[in-house]
């Protein structure tokens, strides 16, 4: 019978799978401590503790109070209620101005959008050739009326971490609320929303190794929300509704280990991609483009471009290596991503962009197999024949 290859993961900027101890931790609260944290009795006061427990954990992790902390299902609920929820506490009439960039995930974009149609006015500021924001244009965007700043810590698709403490001292010295969406960077380097400056932190959960439908949302105190759903009230009445505990059980033990181990595995990870790069680059001889490469970039994220193929094509030769041609979020379309197009790359290269993410279980010899099969697959695709189909 035909063995297959054993897969590698690097895909982790799209979702990381569950550690073993987060799912560990997270277990009895699907079996036997079942309680809804509401309740008054036993079970219910257990739930109601790991709650806050899980609490301490992400603000340990965060450097930030825990009852800065709202526990959201995830990232696009976290930035949805930073920023529609701070547009919210004015009245419907009020001008108002939120000020972005042109390289933001959709769980910022698209409340955006809805902002718009609300009254809201969007200015949107461009990046450099890095993918790095201009902070003089987030300045120079600054009206009386501008309420809100929302501004990704790192870029999902090409890593490239943007100035946030910077802009925070922009915006703190205009009186503007300045929100970042770190769903890429928390669990992957150190953070501090107190260093940072920040007033609005997105947290997404399966981004280091947490399950899906879970995150937070950091708000600074003093900072004024309103909510978008109304219930019960649990959560400050800003995430409403029975608490998922063993996904907030399992958020607090996923920012246990990170607190524990981001440093160490930040530097390892960083040798991988490095070597990643450094290897295919060789095989290549310099063939290939690495998009963001004069940037600060995620210890982990490297996008590449080979030269005269589809991405979509080379992954189709290479079928145990999980990797994407772009955002996932973007991989069903068929055209060039906005940070591509923003950073000035060209269709070609957009179409043979790759990019791979890698995690805690990656190891150099994966990165040997990933980086031989990917030359292989990329002189056989290139030869003369026809021209490969477009991707994102």
Same mark, same amino acid.
Request: proline letters at 5%; aromatic letters at 4%; charged letters at 20%.
């Given at each position: 019978?035909p063995t297959?290859k054993?897969?590698?993961y690097?895909? $982790?900027n799209?979702t990381t799978?569950?550690d073993?101890?987060?799912?560990k ?7 036997t ?7 008054q009795h036993a079970? +219910?006061r257990?739930?109601a503790?790991a709650?806050?427990?899980a609490r301490?954990?992400v603000?340990?992790?965060l ?6 902390l709202?526990?959201t ?8 209620l930073?920023i ?7 009245a419907?009439?009020t001008?108002s101005h939120?000020?972005?960039?042109a390289i933001?995930h959709?769980a910022?974009?698209e409340?955006l959008?809805m902002a718009?149609?609300?009254g ?5 500021v461009?990046?450099?050739?890095n993918g #790095? @924001?201009?902070?003089r244009?987030?300045?120079a =965007?600054?009206r009386?009326q ?5 501004i990704?810590?790192a870029?999902n698709?090409?890593?490239s971490?943007?100035p946030i403490q910077?802009i925070a001292?922009i ?6 609320l300045?929100?970042v969406d770190?769903?890429q960077t928390?669990?992957?380097i150190p ?6 400056g @920040?007033?609005l932190?997105t947290?997404a +959960?399966?981004k280091?190794y947490?399950?899906?439908g ?7 105190q003093?900072v #004024?929300?309103?909510?978008l759903?109304?219930?019960?009230g649990q ?9 998922? @505990?063993a996904n907030?059980?399992?958020l607090?033990?996923?920012s246990?280990?990170?607190?524990q181990n981001c440093g160490h595995?930040?530097?390892r990870i960083?040798?991988?991609r490095d ?6 680059e060789e095989?290549?001889q310099? =063939?290939i483009?690495i ?6 970039r995620?210890n982990?994220t490297?996008?590449?471009?080979f ?9 189709n030769?290479?079928?145990?290596l999980c ?6 979020? $973007? ?8 940070t ?7 269709e ?7 990019r ?5 279980q990656?190891?150099a010899?994966?990165i040997e197999q990933?980086?031989n ?7 056989a ?6 021209a490969?189909a477009?991707?994102?």
């Amino acid at each position: 019978m035909p063995t297959h290859k054993p897969l590698i993961y690097l895909d $982790h900027n799209a979702t990381t799978p569950i550690d073993p101890c987060v799912r560990k931790a997270m277990t009895p609260f699907l079996d036997t401590q079942y309680g809804n944290p509401s309740s008054q009795h036993a079970l +219910g006061r257990e739930a109601a503790r790991a709650i806050e427990l899980a609490r301490r954990e992400v603000g340990l992790l965060l450097d930030c109070r825990s009852d800065e902390l709202i526990f959201t299902s995830g990232g696009t609920e976290s930035s949805n209620l930073a920023i529609l929820g701070t547009l919210l506490t004015s009245a419907p009439s009020t001008p108002s101005h939120i000020i972005t960039s042109a390289i933001e995930h959709p769980a910022t974009l698209e409340p955006l959008k809805m902002a718009e149609k609300w009254g809201c006015e969007l200015s949107i500021v461009g990046c450099d050739t890095n993918g #790095v @924001v201009d902070t003089r244009a987030i300045a120079a =965007a600054i009206r009386p009326q501008t309420k809100l700043v929302s501004i990704m810590h790192a870029n999902n698709e090409i890593g490239s971490i943007q100035p946030i403490q910077d802009i925070a001292r922009i915006c703190n010295k205009s009186g503007i609320l300045f929100h970042v969406d770190a769903a890429q960077t928390v669990g992957k380097i150190p953070i501090s929303c107190r260093d940072l400056g @920040v007033d609005l932190m997105t947290v997404a +959960g399966h981004k280091f190794y947490a399950p899906k439908g879970i995150g937070c949302l950091y708000i600074r105190q003093g900072v #004024v929300l309103s909510g978008l759903l109304q219930g019960g009230g649990q959560e400050c009445g800003l995430s409403p509704g029975t608490e998922s @505990v063993a996904n907030i059980v399992a958020l607090g033990k996923a920012s246990e280990l990170a607190r524990q181990n981001c440093g160490h595995d930040a530097e390892r990870i960083g040798m991988l991609r490095d070597q990643l790069e450094s290897r295919l680059e060789e095989k290549t001889q310099g =063939a290939i483009l690495i998009h963001a490469q004069g940037a600060q970039r995620l210890n982990n994220t490297t996008s590449i471009a080979f030269p005269d193929v589809g991405a979509m094509d080379l992954l189709n030769k290479i079928p145990f290596l999980c990797a994407s041609t772009g955002a996932a979020c $973007h991989s069903h379309a068929t055209t060039i991503s906005a940070t591509l197009r923003e950073i000035g790359a060209t269709e070609s290269v957009a179409r043979g962009t790759i990019r791979m993410s890698l995690g805690r279980q990656n190891n150099a010899d994966e990165i040997e197999q990933v980086a031989n099969a990917l030359v292989s697959a990329w002189r056989a695709t290139r030869a003369p024949g026809p021209a490969s189909a477009p991707v994102s």
